[in-house]
């Protein structure tokens, strides 16, 4: 946490404006972060913790755009801050809005979505008159396409498993190339839908072969994942009340016990690194003592079909770099990954590929 590859994990708020079947978020009785918090936890983690990248997370950030912003305007400030993600189910964005984030240099913005209307419509309840989700997005890629580092996260259900290649190829053909894939970590999973979304994993596979072979841009961030756990963002871990902690497991409503555990203090009283540390080093027994053993079972198994998917590609994915490199280096335009990414891969350190929401 000290060599400027760090995670700063901002929990704005915890409300949300959707109630997504396999969102496990507890989201109601909490407070947001202010714009002044925003700021004194992006400039904490630059001069205590070396800085590094920047996840604005929830809930859904942009219900407090003023935090966002406050956010987004210190880490343009902040020479130790990379880059910041910004993670959000879109509902939140209009063209005025894109346009603005646009000026962000640093931003990279994450948009969830499950694929086809009738399944994105089906896990993604609106609260009361919002409106419809997937007409929103759709209506919004234009301007979203125009952006050059914009991510679509695509959640995979484990009702949705057998049409996990399906949903990603009508995102395809939406126009989207760039893909965080996130099956549902720390739900139950039968054998069945383990199996197809091994499938769906294989045909996934397949098209980004295929389109790396005829010189396509598609991009998998998975690639450039690493967590020591599963699902949860670790790092330095600040929630909507201003806590600190080393992972944000306790936004699982399931685990909102571990949030006594898992706090080594908050804004006003920071931990060190090395205490930071120590306390992200427990959180993998807490979880093994606060999860079902079929949760665990589903959890490890669904990590390994995304490790399968993952490391199956990398051949191809490095082939069609140094095939880009010598046909004249094309490979590092703006939105693409560029070699700094691949040393933060951690591929020397042997860890699997993780997702993180
Ligand atoms: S998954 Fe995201 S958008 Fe859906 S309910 Fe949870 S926080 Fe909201």
Redesign the pocket.
Known sequence: MVDGRGRLILTVTRA?????A????A?DGWPALSPDDAVAAVRLFADRYGGGDVKLF???PLLVPEVVQAALDEAARQPRIRQIYL???GLGLNSARIEALARHEKLILTV?MDGRPEDHRRL?KGRGSVPDAYDHLVGLLPHLLALPRFVVTQ?IAPSTAAQAAANFAHLVGLGIRRFNLLPGYYLPWKADQLDALDRGFAEIGAAFRADWAAGGRLYLRNLFTWAPTAFFNSGLVVDADRSIHPANVGLSGALEGLLGQTRVGDLDDPPSPEALAEAAARVPALLEGALSAEVLRSTAAVDRALGRLVEGLYPAWFAQRRARHSAGGAATKSGEPKSADIETTGIVGGSSPRSA?
Do not use: F, I, M
């Open positions: 949300c404006d959707l109630r997504c396999y969102c496990p978020t989201k929830g809930g859904e993670s959000t189910n969830s993604r959640t929401l």
